[in-house]
């Protein structure tokens, strides 16, 4: 399925994708094992704009989809896409076994965002083991304390937000994964990134 035909797709069940360049773009561009005389034509404005007519989908937003099979057929739609770093489900209908699609759909993932949906321990169970999520954000969700394995089973999880849900054993976490900026407020992402350079 082409990219184009994607998008088509996803935005008849009601949400967007957001595209960018190919990857190779970014090694064109910006490389120093590049020759400098062709990376300072991809660096160009005409280099990202020839690069633009071979986009790629990086962000898949299906942000208050409010029906259920909705969600799952475009999540499905979305694991033919081997880009996508960044997932909203915010607000939207996904349930705890979408997650599963997640987990085998998008090996590329880096954010997630299943805040303010009904997502529960048993979701993010799925989730243990995704070598490349470095950010979720969890808050105002089902989450409880029995999720506390699967969330330290997240190897390289480096954000986590899980304002308002029952989890308990943030600073359990937070000795498990020190590496793991943890909060149990809502913030937006660029309050949480100051936050942890400040040192929580």
Not at 19 to 29: I, K, R
Request: hydrophobic share 35%; glycine share 4%.
């Amino acid at each position: 399925m082409c990219v184009w035909h994607t998008q088509w797709a996803i935005s008849r069940l009601g949400r967007q994708t957001v595209t960018g360049p190919p990857p190779a773009y970014h090694d064109l561009a910006y490389s120093t094992q590049t020759p400098a005389k062709i990376r300072a034509i991809f660096a160009s404005r005409f280099g990202y704009w020839l690069c633009s007519f071979f986009p790629v989908i990086y962000e898949v937003d299906l942000r208050e989809i409010s029906n259920p099979d909705s969600v799952a057929d475009a999540l499905e739609i979305a694991t033919t896409l081997e880009h996508v770093t960044e997932l909203v489900l915010y607000k939207s209908a996904a349930r705890d076994e979408d997650l599963s699609i997640v987990a085998r759909g998008f090996p590329q993932l880096r954010s997630l965002k299943i805040n303010e949906t009904s997502i529960g321990d048993a979701g993010v169970a799925h989730l243990s083991g995704h070598e490349t999520i470095r950010h979720l954000n969890a808050q105002r969700t089902a989450l409880t304390d029995s999720c506390w394995s699967s969330l330290c089973g997240i190897p390289n999880l480096r954000e986590l937000n899980v304002a308002e849900t029952r989890i308990t054993t943030v600073e359990q976490l937070r000795e498990a994964n020190p590496a793991c900026y943890v909060t149990t407020r809502l913030v937006n992402r660029k309050q949480t990134r100051d936050e942890q350079r400040s040192g929580r």
